[in-house]
């Protein structure tokens, strides 16, 4: 099916089983701890050997030995894997540095070796009997240090490196307020529960991986040119996965050891990455340094907007996009964006939860609130006056949805904005200085092609097959509505099988662009049965009504299942998208709002409440979508306050790389969340009228807590996370 003009009345429209409140139907299995991860799969290979990566102690250099002949000699010991025993392999598309190391080393904590055994601690121990000899060279890990090098890069994902609207350097100039800041965003980590793990076995030529993958398809045609085989010889099959976060985008060194230490030892292998190799040896969201410069009129229009943003990457690699927003956001006729990549030999840095807008937001809404301090203005006042309902850089192309003045003005009022004293560090309780903050969120729509597999029994239970994901954001309940929305079912009569890529390929899980993408292919996949099943009970497909499990037309009625009684019917469709996304700006957006607490005496900071109200098309699951919302919000939460990995700027790693070191939020850090849905829809976007909404409820959060803490204490921290030692010494007089 090709979505070519906006959508018009469909059945999803009636909104029987879509846009309700709805548990997760994969919750009881998680609850139960009955859910097949991917290290637990003891049903699918008999007789599995465990796999311990040996990671290297390096981060730029070479291997100048390696003695195996301890580890080999060790008990239980099957097979050690290293770049000298695998035999050719191909770098993956996806992937900046190889998943294998040796003898060059790329980055810290490289696999170089894979110890294989018949039991984990039996691999463990042989793993430390591995004797590698290192001749190390000179890197650089240090992006500051950096950026005279740093150099204009390719386009990353359709998103050009440099815009430039109007005569930028002359408005800013001209303009008679001005703000001109340097804000830095540090390394952060995904931090996700269920580490990078697979299972590989071999029967023959044809290969099995059950793994923790978010994008099934990219990862069989990586492993499929890394070993150099055809893609028709291999299986992903990943029904659920505990975290994602961008972080499981693309194979890691997991899948494809465990793929070569099945082969070596004749038998199928498991790997997980230990945390430390998880936060060194996979992708995290790298490091920026920013430079926003806003110019106004006295009355608070933006006339001048610019953005620039430095950000350090492997050879090979790409920039954190974190002037896409600017190009987008606020109106102002003269504009400049410019990103600019440094070579930096620590770990890949890649996609982690919305890239881009979320450490660009970080930057860009501190400087908006700074702007609205020095005109005197209100920060709500400012944003809706300079909002817009087109592409600053293409005016000629409007929003198809826009309703960021709407966001800013419902939580403005639920949250009451209007007590919030804007001179920053008068209101007190009790030992604790009190500031609220705001700042708007942004995050682009994207639409993927997306196919689905929908089969009817004569019970009248339809099964939905696609090699779609869920990434604990509650794929399998959305796909199911959408399919009993279509043929007119409760939910307890449609199942869904998801991540196997022996089924038709979707979107898959990123970029925000899964929830929208999958169900509108499981809406084509269901247009096409519900077709057959009129041409099978003899009626006409087009005035056909599916419900309560039967199917009507004119004065005929039928069950459902009475299409399926001579055998099963199957139908399978894929949604594929035509220009509308050119013809119109398909965006997300919302407002946070947050109220902190920072003690005066010792400059603890303590978030008391917080709310986001988002504008993200039809939400087909408003449960599940406040849940992502929430976590989203904690994620961001996480970033203001704590979340950074720490840079050995000698030796080239991320020192504390486990969770006693990176610390995230916890229950007490965040007690109390509210999350307002607009009501809205995008038609657009697909059949669904939807857009997603999981990587928004990030963008602005830590920007939104940054500026409550300025508000409380008069201190303005532009260097994240917001510690209380960048606060200390600087807070106003205890009374």
Same mark, same amino acid.
């Given at each position: 099916?090709?979505?070519?003009?906006?959508?018009?009345?469909?059945?999803?429209?009636? +909104?029987?089983?879509?846009?309700?409140?709805?548990?997760?139907?994969?919750?009881?299995?998680?609850?139960?701890?009955?859910?097949?991860?991917?290290?637990?799969?003891?049903?699918?290979?008999?007789?599995?050997?465990?796999?311990?990566?040996?990671?290297?102690?390096?981060?730029?250099?070479?291997?100048?030995?390696?003695? +195996?002949?301890?580890?080999?000699?060790?008990?239980?010991?099957?097979?050690?894997?290293?770049?000298?025993?695998?035999?050719?392999?191909?770098?993956?598309?996806?992937?900046?540095?190889?998943?294998?190391?040796?003898?060059?080393?790329?980055?810290?904590?490289?696999?170089?070796?894979?110890?294989?055994?018949?039991?984990?601690?039996?691999?463990?121990?042989? %793993?430390?009997?591995?004797?590698?000899?290192?001749? @190390?060279?000179?890197?650089?890990?240090?992006?500051?240090?950096?950026?005279?090098?740093?150099?204009?890069?390719?386009?990353?994902?359709?998103?050009?490196?440099?815009?430039?609207?109007?005569?930028?350097?002359?408005?800013f100039a001209e303009a008679p307020v001005q703000i001109d800041a340097r804000y830095t965003t540090p390394d952060h980590s995904h931090a996700m529960m269920e580490p990078h793990a697979s299972i590989a076995a071999w029967e023959g030529d044809k290969l099995t991986v059950w793994t923790s993958n978010q994008m099934i398809a990219w990862s069989v045609g990586d492993m499929a040119k890394t070993l150099g085989i055809p893609k028709e010889n291999i299986r992903f099959d990943s029904p659920y996965i505990g975290g994602g976060f961008g972080g499981k985008l693309f194979n890691r060194a997991d899948a494809l050891l465990a793929v070569l230490g099945a082969k070596a030892a004749g038998r199928p292998v498991k790997v997980a990455l230990a945390r430390p190799l998880m936060i060194n040896n996979t992708t995290h969201r790298p490091a920026t340094i920013q430079r926003v410069r806003l110019g106004a009129t006295a009355e608070g229009k933006? !006339?001048?907007?610019?953005?620039?943003?430095?950000?350090?990457?492997?050879?090979?690699?790409?920039?954190?996009?974190?002037? %896409?927003?600017?190009?987008?956001?606020?109106?102002?006729?003269? @504009?400049?964006?410019?990103?600019?990549?440094?070579?930096?030999?620590?770990?890949?840095?890649?996609?982690?939860?919305?890239?881009?807008?979320?450490?660009?937001?970080?930057?860009?809404?501190?400087?908006?609130?700074?702007?609205?301090?020095?005109?005197?203005?209100?920060?709500?006042?400012?944003?809706?006056?300079?909002?817009?309902?087109?592409?600053?850089?293409?005016?000629?192309?409007?929003?198809?949805?826009?309703?960021?003045?709407?966001?800013?003005?419902?939580?403005?009022?639920?949250?009451?904005?209007?007590?919030?004293?804007?001179?920053?560090?008068?209101?007190?309780?009790?030992?604790?200085?009190?500031?609220?903050? $705001?700042?708007?969120?942004?995050?682009?729509?994207?639409?993927?092609?997306?196919?689905?597999?929908?089969?009817?029994?004569?019970?009248? $239970?339809?099964?939905?097959?696609?090699?779609?994901?869920?990434?604990?954001?509650?794929?399998?309940?959305?796909?199911?509505?959408?399919?009993?929305?279509?043929?007119?079912?409760?939910?307890?009569?449609?199942?869904?099988?998801?991540?196997?890529?022996?089924?038709?390929?979707?979107?898959?899980?990123?970029?925000?662009?899964?929830?929208?993408?999958?169900?509108?292919?499981?809406?084509?996949?269901?247009?096409?049965?519900?077709?057959?099943?009129?041409?099978? +009970?003899?009626?006409?497909?087009?005035?056909?009504?599916?419900?309560?499990?039967?199917?009507?037309?004119?004065?005929?009625?039928?069950? +459902?299942?009475?299409?399926?009684?001579?055998?099963?019917?199957?139908?399978?469709?894929?949604?594929?998208?035509?220009?509308?996304?050119?013809?119109?700006?398909?965006?997300?957006?919302?407002?946070?709002?947050?109220?902190?607490?920072?003690?005066?005496?010792?400059?603890?900071?303590?978030?008391?409440?917080?709310?986001?109200?988002?504008?993200?098309?039809?939400?087909?699951?408003?449960?599940?979508?406040?849940?992502?919302?929430?976590?989203?919000?904690?994620?961001?939460?996480?970033?203001?306050?704590?979340?950074?990995?720490?840079?050995?700027? @000698?030796?080239?790693?991320? $020192?504390?790389?486990?969770?006693?070191?990176?610390?995230?939020?916890?229950?007490?850090?965040?007690?109390?969340?509210?999350?307002?849905?607009?009501?809205?829809?995008?038609?657009?976007?697909?059949?669904?009228?939807?857009?997603? $909404?999981?990587?928004?409820?990030?963008?602005?959060?830590?920007?939104?807590?940054?500026?409550?803490?300025?508000?409380? !204490?008069?201190?303005?921290?532009?260097?994240?996370?917001?510690?209380?030692?960048?606060?200390?010494?600087?807070?106003?007089?205890?009374?």
């Amino acid at each position: 099916m090709k979505f070519e003009t906006p959508a018009t009345t469909n059945p999803i429209d009636q +909104l029987k089983v879509v846009g309700k409140p709805t548990n997760r139907i994969d919750g009881p299995l998680k609850t139960t701890g009955t859910a097949p991860y991917a290290y637990e799969r003891h049903d699918v290979a008999a007789n599995q050997a465990y796999g311990f990566v040996v990671g290297a102690a390096i981060a730029k250099g070479r291997i100048a030995s390696m003695n +195996l002949a301890d580890a080999k000699a060790a008990p239980g010991v099957l097979a050690v894997v290293t770049a000298d025993n695998a035999g050719k392999l191909t770098k993956g598309d996806f992937n900046t540095a190889k998943l294998l190391g040796g003898p060059a080393i790329d980055h810290y904590h490289q696999a170089i070796a894979l110890v294989v055994a018949e039991s984990f601690e039996q691999a463990r121990a042989a %793993a430390a009997l591995v004797r590698v000899e290192y001749a @190390r060279s000179k890197g650089n890990y240090d992006l500051a240090a950096a950026l005279d090098g740093a150099a204009k890069p390719a386009a990353s994902f359709g998103v050009e490196p440099d815009t430039a609207i109007g005569n930028f350097a002359g408005a800013f100039a001209e303009a008679p307020v001005q703000i001109d800041a340097r804000y830095t965003t540090p390394d952060h980590s995904h931090a996700m529960m269920e580490p990078h793990a697979s299972i590989a076995a071999w029967e023959g030529d044809k290969l099995t991986v059950w793994t923790s993958n978010q994008m099934i398809a990219w990862s069989v045609g990586d492993m499929a040119k890394t070993l150099g085989i055809p893609k028709e010889n291999i299986r992903f099959d990943s029904p659920y996965i505990g975290g994602g976060f961008g972080g499981k985008l693309f194979n890691r060194a997991d899948a494809l050891l465990a793929v070569l230490g099945a082969k070596a030892a004749g038998r199928p292998v498991k790997v997980a990455l230990a945390r430390p190799l998880m936060i060194n040896n996979t992708t995290h969201r790298p490091a920026t340094i920013q430079r926003v410069r806003l110019g106004a009129t006295a009355e608070g229009k933006i !006339t001048a907007i610019g953005h620039q943003s430095w950000s350090g990457d492997l050879p090979g690699g790409g920039p954190e996009t974190a002037v %896409a927003q600017t190009r987008l956001l606020y109106a102002g006729e003269n @504009r400049m964006t410019a990103m600019r990549l440094a070579v930096l030999d620590l770990p890949e840095g890649n996609a982690m939860r919305a890239p881009g807008e979320a450490p660009g937001l970080m930057a860009l809404e501190i400087a908006v609130d700074e702007l609205a301090e020095k005109l005197g203005m209100d920060p709500i006042a400012l944003r809706i006056l300079n909002d817009t309902q087109v592409d600053p850089e293409k005016p000629e192309r409007r929003f198809s949805q826009r309703q960021l003045g709407e966001c800013l003005t419902v939580g403005g009022e639920k949250f009451g904005w209007a007590k919030r004293n804007a001179k920053p560090g008068l209101v007190r309780d009790g030992r604790w200085l009190v500031g609220m903050g $705001v700042a708007a969120a942004f995050r682009n729509n994207l639409n993927g092609p997306s196919a689905a597999r929908v089969r009817l029994d004569r019970s009248g $239970v339809v099964t939905v097959e696609t090699d779609m994901t869920d990434i604990g954001t509650g794929t399998y309940t959305i796909i199911a509505q959408t399919a009993a929305e279509m043929m007119g079912l409760p939910l307890d009569k449609v199942v869904v099988k998801l991540g196997d890529s022996a089924f038709p390929v979707s979107a898959g899980s990123g970029g925000q662009w899964g929830a929208n993408s999958s169900t509108a292919g499981v809406y084509a996949a269901c247009v096409k049965l519900r077709e057959a099943v009129a041409q099978k +009970l003899g009626m006409n497909a087009a005035d056909a009504v599916f419900a309560d499990g039967k199917v009507k037309s004119g004065k005929r009625s039928a069950a +459902l299942g009475d299409a399926a009684a001579d055998g099963e019917l199957v139908a399978e469709d894929m949604m594929e998208y035509g220009d509308l996304a050119e013809k119109y700006q398909q965006s997300t957006f919302g407002a946070h709002f947050c109220e902190v607490g920072v003690d005066a005496m010792t400059g603890e900071i303590r978030i008391r409440r917080m709310l986001a109200v988002c504008a993200a098309g039809r939400i087909l699951n408003p449960k599940a979508a406040r849940s992502q919302v929430i976590g989203a919000m904690t994620m961001g939460a996480g970033a203001a306050l704590m979340e950074e990995l720490a840079v050995d700027k @000698r030796f080239g790693f991320f $020192v504390n790389h486990d969770l006693a070191g990176y610390e995230v939020p916890v229950h007490a850090d965040i007690p109390h969340q509210e999350v307002i849905f607009l009501d809205e829809t995008d038609p657009t976007t697909s059949p669904m009228k939807a857009k997603g $909404v999981g990587e928004l409820g990030i963008c602005g959060v830590a920007a939104a807590v940054a500026n409550a803490i300025y508000n409380a !204490t008069g201190v303005r921290v532009r260097d994240y996370p917001v510690t209380l030692d960048k606060l200390i010494g600087r807070l106003p007089d205890a009374v």
